[in-house]
């Protein structure tokens, strides 16, 4: 198993490149950190076989990747460090960094690069506000920050409201500030405050969802699409979504999900439908489903 390592050592990285220049506008390679030597490689080498592969509808790519990305290990956390740096890391997913991973691999391919320093620079645009990567507080945590960011400089587009039997359910998010001892980034009282301040933009936050009894409806089977993200809306107090995958659907044409799996600790199709699958946890609410923009 690799271990993590820093860029320095890195096979593959020029010597311009180790002296700090920036990738594509976005953070330098001497904030950005790797699993294992070869992450680059592996990242060069799915690029190619995506541009190969000739697709070049969005959807078609997610889960083009997605298939490819089955049976990566589920690893929580692999985020966290002292620092806030742009951690790349292909090897160990959790259902945010599948998302994460999917949509930078596609948008490097729609853009018809197979550089990892491009995937860098998209998955950096991704994760951060403003796709600025700054300190801890600079991530989107939440997801419903993380698509109203996303959405207004032309990365996503909730699809949720498009879909006839749409529900809007208001709720405060703030389980990050009311869970500080959970977040060790949170034990520094700057960062702490930041989000919480993040967190007073989403009071009473106003957000679509499709009630889990309805996922297998003609009106939900005529708006998603294989390849959409799919956010598990959750009942918990404070947060809005608990889990992230993406759509495959089943002989019937119901939806399945592909996610990174903590019970099933892998990237896994789950084996019955996600109606089925809400069913028997009854914090789950229902769902939200984003799709990538073709831009």
């Given at each position: 198993?690799?271990?993590?390592?820093?860029?320095?050592?890195?096979?593959?990285?020029?010597?311009?490149?180790?002296?700090?220049?920036?990738?594509?506008?976005?953070?330098?390679?001497?904030?950005?950190?790797?699993?294992?030597?070869?992450?680059?490689?592996?990242?060069?080498?799915?690029?190619?076989?995506g541009i190969q592969s000739g697709l070049s509808d969005p959807n078609e790519l997610v889960c083009f990747y997605a298939?490819?990305?089955?049976?990566?290990?589920?690893?929580?956390?692999?985020?966290?460090?002292?620092?806030?740096?742009?951690?790349?890391?292909?090897?160990?997913?959790?259902?945010?960094?599948?998302?994460?991973?999917?949509?930078?691999?596609?948008?490097?391919?729609?853009?018809?690069?197979?550089?990892?320093?491009?995937?860098?620079?998209?998955?950096?645009?991704?994760?951060?506000?403003?796709?600025?990567?700054?300190?801890?507080?600079?991530?989107?945590?939440?997801?419903?920050?993380?698509?109203?960011?996303?959405?207004?400089?032309?990365?996503?587009?909730?699809?949720?409201?498009?879909?006839?039997?749409?529900?809007?359910?208001?709720?405060?998010?703030?389980?990050?500030?009311?869970?500080?001892?959970?977040?060790?980034?949170?034990?520094?009282?700057?960062?702490?405050?930041?989000?919480?301040?993040?967190?007073?933009?989403?009071?009473?936050?106003?957000?679509?969802?499709?009630?889990?009894?309805?996922?297998?409806?003609?009106?939900?089977?005529?708006?998603?699409?294989?390849?959409?993200?799919?956010?598990?809306?959750?009942?918990?107090?404070?947060?809005?979504?608990?889990?992230?995958?993406?759509?495959?659907?089943?002989?019937?044409?119901?939806?399945?999900?592909?996610?990174?799996?903590?019970?099933?600790?892998?990237?896994?199709?789950?084996?019955?439908?996600?109606?089925?699958?809400?069913?028997?946890?009854?914090?789950?609410?229902?769902?939200?489903?984003?799709?990538?923009?073709?831009?």
């Open positions: 198993m690799c271990l993590a390592v820093f860029v320095a050592g890195l096979s593959g990285i020029s010597k311009g490149d180790a002296l700090g220049n920036t990738t594509a506008q976005g953070a330098g390679i001497e904030r950005m950190r790797f699993h294992c030597e070869n992450d680059t490689t592996k990242i060069n080498s799915l690029l190619q076989e298939h490819k990305l089955e049976g990566t290990p589920y690893v929580a956390h692999t985020l966290e460090g002292e620092s806030e740096m742009l951690t790349i890391n292909i090897d160990e997913l959790d259902c945010t960094t599948f998302i994460e991973t999917l949509y930078a691999l596609t948008r490097t391919t729609l853009n018809g690069r197979y550089s990892w320093r491009d995937y860098a620079h998209h998955l950096e645009d991704l994760r951060y506000r403003r796709g600025e990567m700054g300190d801890y507080s600079s991530r989107l945590h939440y997801i419903s920050d993380w698509i109203i960011d996303n959405s207004n400089r032309g990365n996503l587009v909730d699809v949720t409201s498009d879909i006839k039997c749409v529900r809007y359910k208001i709720k405060n998010i703030n389980y990050m500030s009311t869970h500080r001892d959970s977040y060790p980034s949170l034990a520094n009282d700057t960062i702490y405050e930041k989000i919480k301040n993040f967190e007073i933009g989403f009071r009473n936050h106003r957000f679509p969802f499709i009630k889990k009894e309805s996922l297998n409806s003609k009106d939900v089977k005529a708006v998603v699409k294989r390849g959409d993200f799919v956010g598990l809306v959750t009942r918990i107090d404070g947060l809005d979504i608990s889990h992230l995958g993406i759509v495959e659907l089943d002989a019937e044409g119901n939806i399945v999900l592909l996610d990174a799996s903590s019970i099933g600790k892998k990237v896994m199709l789950e084996d019955i439908d996600l109606k089925k699958q809400l069913s028997r946890n009854p914090k789950n609410e229902g769902v939200r489903f984003f799709r990538l923009t073709n831009n």
